[in-house]
């Protein structure tokens, strides 16, 4: 995402002197805030993401000092602080699946005839989703989620949450096999694959 | 298509752009940072008030009432020495430079309300709130009258442009609507009469991390330690270009450190009688009531308030969250406002059509 050129301080660097330098986070908010709030927004919805992401950094912040600097990217650090914060608003994330069940959302415009074919596909399964990531358990959903919607790897998402990766791997499975019973059971366009 | 891409394009649709007023969250964590490097607790709140608070804190907080050099003059027209009371005063940071357009047409008078703050003194004086209001609020402006004496009919608008419209009254008129909260006095402070308050003070020390060289603001300093003075702590606290990002909230930080700087000294200042009648004098030419305090007003308020201290304060922004037609802006957040506002002993109109 962020390539890293080496006239640019690593995330590490970044937090190392932040420990001397406060000032010096204000650097990581500018690099990551607008990807967690991006994250955040899809989870629980806009009212509340700003917050979130703020109290993120303040989270981040007040424990810099306990961060590992042999890991150069902060990423899956703060995406593991956000997903605490938004287990923490576990019923407005109900709330914020389930109001997408009721109420189709406005399709983002597609150009080609064959996204537009998938766009319906994927139109029409919306509420289904929505309703099978509701009925989730909390951890698997944590976990479906960061893979699914930021982009770290396995091995990120087992660092950010504080599990082994089979772990991560697991979960990811049993998350995905309850999407696709959910979707399978009710969904009659759902293709093969 | 596979359940992974179906809850890839679920997320796409559900995605949110960050809105500018993140930022907002960027000075809290600098604010959160802060505190350890010595930044009195007094200013912690002062970040997002803005510069006008500088002026404020001179005017009213500090002992400004004490002493006003025009009051001698004044008759004195309270008719009773009014036992203390309730005070709620609306607190304008007015920058008069702005060219009349930048501000709007012919008509407009030319004056921004950048900082716009309610402070809130209850009758006992134990605790003073300071609310305020960021000022690109959306909210509903009552009718008002121009300086011209034109109507300008209610709308929805930012609510500093209230004071562009309408000047002190206007601006008034509309917290008064909005929060229900009565308003004994407006105080306009005047963004340039900071620099003859700072001079009052003998200058203000500030720290360059590096050069800065910006035409537009008439700034041409080397990095390192200044004592900065007149204009150039004018040009300082403005500037947005050539320090930091060059964002609003850059600057915010940058007069919250000036602020910092300037109560220090100030401070230092006070024990000494010559140069506090000074001080007060520039800050007393720089800040306009309506309807004026009188002497006795003013005493009365500065007694009132011998017994505050720092911690007796507490700032708040008002409850917001970002303006559903426009993510530039914000709007109040309800009831959470509302709740603020009868806390403080306003009585907030009944929505309707919500």
Same mark, same amino acid.
């Given at each position: 995402m962020t390539a890293q050129t080496a006239a640019l301080p690593r995330d590490s660097d970044l937090i190392a002197d932040s420990r001397t330098e406060p000032e010096a986070f204000a650097v990581l908010f500018d690099r990551y805030a607008g990807m967690l709030y991006r #994250?955040?927004?899809r989870r629980v919805g806009p009212e509340? !993401? *700003? %917050? $979130?992401?703020? *109290?993120?950094? $303040? !989270?981040a912040f007040a424990g810099r000092s306990g961060y %590992? $600097?042999? #890991?150069a990217d902060a990423r899956p650090w703060l995406f593991g602080i956000v997903t605490n914060l938004i287990s923490r608003h576990r019923r407005t994330e109900a709330a914020h699946y389930r109001a997408l069940?009721?109420?189709p959302i406005e399709d983002v415009a597609h150009s080609d005839d064959d996204r537009i074919a998938a766009g319906v596909t994927a139109r029409a399964a919306r509420p289904l989703l929505a309703r099978a990531l509701a009925g989730l358990a909390p951890k698997d959903r944590n976990v479906l989620l960061l893979v699914a919607w930021s982009d770290l790897s396995y091995e990120e998402v087992a660092q950010a949450l504080g599990v082994p990766i089979g772990t991560v791997r697991s979960r990811l499975n049993r998350a995905r096999r309850k999407v696709r019973s959910v979707l399978g059971d009710s969904n009659p366009m759902r293709e093969e694959n | 298509m596979d359940d992974l891409t179906m809850l890839r394009d679920l997320g796409r649709t559900l995605e949110h752009e960050p809105p500018p007023s993140l930022v907002r969250q960027r000075q809290r964590l600098l604010e959160g940072a802060r505190p350890r490097r010595g930044v009195p607790r007094l200013m912690r709140g002062w970040g997002l008030i803005g510069l006008a608070a500088v002026v404020t804190a001179a005017a009213i907080v500090v002992p400004t009432m004490i002493v006003h050099p025009r009051s001698a003059k004044t008759p004195v027209t309270d008719p009773a020495a009014?036992?203390?009371e309730e005070l709620n005063l609306l607190v304008l940071g007015v920058d008069r430079r702005i060219p009349v357009s930048v501000v709007g047409g012919p008509d407009k008078l030319g004056a921004r309300s950048d900082t716009m703050m309610l402070v809130h003194m209850p009758a006992d004086r134990k605790k003073i709130t300071v609310v305020s209001i960021p000022r690109d609020t959306i909210i509903q402006i009552p009718a008002c009258k121009d300086a011209s004496g034109t109507s300008v009919p209610t709308h929805r608008g930012m609510v500093n442009s209230a004071f562009t419209d309408g000047g002190a009254s206007c601006a008034e008129k509309t917290v008064e609507s909005i929060t229900g909260i009565r308003i004994d006095h407006v105080v306009e402070v005047q963004f340039d009469g900071l620099k003859n308050i700072v001079n009052a003070l003998g200058g203000v020390e500030?720290?360059?991390p590096k050069a800065v060289k910006d035409k537009d603001a008439g700034l041409d300093m080397p990095a390192g330690r200044h004592l900065v003075k007149g204009d150039e702590a004018l040009a300082y606290v403005r500037t947005r270009h050539s320090l930091g990002n060059g964002s609003d909230v850059s600057r915010i930080e940058r007069q919250q450190q000036f602020l910092a700087?300037?109560?220090k000294k100030a401070r230092s200042v006070l024990t000494d009688p010559v140069r506090l009648l000074a001080f007060l004098r520039e800050s007393s030419k720089t800040i306009k009531t309506t309807p004026a305090l009188d002497v006795q007003g003013m005493v009365g308020v500065a007694q009132s308030l011998a017994g505050v201290t720092s911690r007796d304060f507490r700032f708040l922004t008002v409850p917001w969250r970002p303006y559903r037609l426009d993510p530039n802006r914000i709007e109040l957040r309800q009831p959470a406002a509302d709740k603020l506002f009868t806390s403080l002993g306003g009585i907030p109109p009944k929505k309707t059509g919500k």
């Open positions: #994250y955040v927004s509340i !993401a *700003e %917050d $979130l992401v703020g *109290e993120t950094f $303040l !989270a %590992d $600097l042999s #890991y069940q009721r109420s | 009014r036992p203390v500030i720290t360059l700087s300037m109560f």
